[in-house]
């Protein structure tokens, strides 16, 4: 007999955070620390290497045994032998975690999540998940040679705006119904890739906007 509080367990959301990896293996140690130091469980987290040449898989495999015993944090380490693009990874990774995700959240290797990022994320994908597929936040933009942080501010989602300006950030939580019925990234595009995603699947579902910064880059 499955206890209750099982049972609440198994209602969570299962979060997959994709991180696409190209020669920042000074940099993926924080991005990943960022998320396994976040509060919620349970989660995943794909990296993959798209044919970088600094080694982050040394970086990746050293984080993977610090976080061993961790029962709720899975990370898989995926490696392309040559460079496929930012969309080609992503849809890769995506792949990966299909099965076992309801939620995908896009982190890029040389960025990092604030702490609250997922909770606070899944919280507003909560409130109506058939009809919101992306959640998103403002941001804090960090000068690496200053140290100088400055808050960017996103607007809140509307329909018109977006098509003149992609107002929403680049590390969003984005619902597997929402792929599935508007598919991933276009991998013909290197560039606005993301832009593209984030207008197909706002022609179908909602995006919801945390007007607070959740995460960081430079």
């Known amino acids: 007999m499955q206890r209750s509080n099982d049972r609440h367990k198994d209602d969570r959301v299962k979060v997959s955070v994709i991180m696409p990896c190209h020669n920042h293996a000074d940099m993926i140690g924080e991005a990943i620390d960022s998320v396994t130091s976040q509060k919620y469980r349970p989660i995943n987290i794909v990296i993959i290497n798209d044919g970088s040449d600094d080694n982050p ?25 040559t460079p496929t693009g930012p969309s080609a990874a992503r849809n890769k990774a995506i792949k990966h975690a ?23 994320s899944i919280d507003a994908y909560e409130y109506d998940k058939e009809s919101i597929g992306i959640v998103y936040s403002d941001a804090v933009i960090q000068n690496t040679k200053t140290g100088t942080k400055i808050h960017e501010f996103r607007q809140p989602y509307e329909r018109m705006e977006l098509e003149s300006e992609c107002i929403i950030s680049n590390t969003p939580m984005i619902s597997k119904t929402a792929i599935s019925k508007c598919g991933g990234y276009d991998e ?22 945390i007007p607070e910064p959740l995460h960081i880059y430079s």
């Not at 959240?105 to 990092?112: N, P, Q, S, T, V």
């Not at 013909?188 to 906007?209: G, N």
């Open 57 to 81: 898989g040394k970086v990746v495999k050293e984080k993977i045994e610090s976080n061993k015993n961790d029962s709720e944090l899975n990370i898989f380490y995926l490696e392309n032998t």
């Open 98 to 120: 299909w099965e076992f995700s309801d939620v995908f959240m896009m982190l890029d290797c040389d960025d990092r999540y604030l702490d609250g990022k997922i909770k606070k």
């Open 188 to 209: 013909e595009m290197r560039t606005c890739e993301d832009w593209d995603l984030w207008l197909r699947i706002t022609e179908k579902f909602l995006a919801v906007h």
